[in-house]
């Protein structure tokens, strides 16, 4: 299977702090991938290395044929890749449905445009808002709208950081239905902490640790480990697990 996303040798310092350290993450065609760990673990740096927003100190990141490194976020998300932030960026001010719209016409012109609006309104299940401003919706609510507006220019790629954050447990079902949808066009990769929603959700599981790989295998294996589960009781892990991954 060929790869769409590849890292090689990721590193991201601050100073004398290292966030990312030599990191090997390969993510393919159509995959739905899940990066865990606990606060402080390096996956927020990763991501933002991923999505150019972060210049990393050294290594590649590799989008296809492209080496992307250091790259600006728009000119990544040229290539097919969507990119959902943590915190949501949408425009209080706007309706829900020119939201959508605006990001549609990215890629369509104006009545396929309207058409794709249309399509992602009802497939996030955000139609029955789509005449409110978006600064009068709840928290959860304006999670969904700015996937509704990654996902309106059809990107071969997703990219979400955290996803879920801010929402209640009815939202974040809701959420993780979604994202199991939306993996049968794109591929996906989610950055979490929230080891709940990642069982629902979750096929491939990469876990971070200091900066670092510690272990990638199937959900059940890496959620069952007891060395993952000592990293998010705050517990040292023994050395020799680092930089496990499946064969």
């Given at each position: ?8 040798g990721l590193t991201m310092r601050f100073g004398g702090v290292v966030a ?17 760990g606990p606060n402080g673990a390096g996956k927020s740096t990763f991501f ?200």
């Amino acid at each position: 299977m060929s790869a769409m996303l590849e890292t090689s040798g990721l590193t991201m310092r601050f100073g004398g702090v290292v966030a990312v350290d030599r990191v090997d993450v390969k993510i393919h065609e159509g995959e739905l991938r899940c990066l865990i760990g606990p606060n402080g673990a390096g996956k927020s740096t990763f991501f933002k290395c991923l999505t150019g927003q972060y210049k990393p100190t050294s290594g590649t990141v590799h989008l296809r044929e492209h080496d992307v490194t250091g790259w600006d976020s728009f000119a990544i998300a040229r290539l097919g890749v969507g990119i959902k932030t943590q915190v949501p960026s949408v425009f209080d001010g706007l309706t829900v449905r020119d939201s959508v719209l605006i990001a549609a016409r990215r890629r369509y012109g104006a009545i396929l445009a309207r058409k794709r609006t249309d399509e992602v309104l009802g497939r996030i299940g955000i139609e029955d808002i789509a005449g409110k401003p978006v600064g009068l919706l709840s928290h959860g609510s304006r999670q969904l709208v700015e996937l509704a507006t990654v996902v309106a220019s059809e990107p071969d790629l997703i990219i979400l950081d955290e996803p879920t954050a801010g929402m209640t447990a009815e939202e974040t079902a809701r959420t993780a239905a979604l994202i199991r949808q939306l993996n049968e066009r794109h591929a996906i990769v989610v950055v979490e902490h929230d080891m709940q929603f990642i069982r629902s959700i979750a096929k491939t599981v990469t876990v971070f640790h200091q900066g670092r790989v510690l272990i990638e295998d199937k959900v059940d294996v890496v959620l069952n480990d007891p060395v993952v589960r000592d990293v998010y009781l705050g517990k040292e892990p023994i050395r020799a697990a680092v930089g496990r991954v499946a064969a």
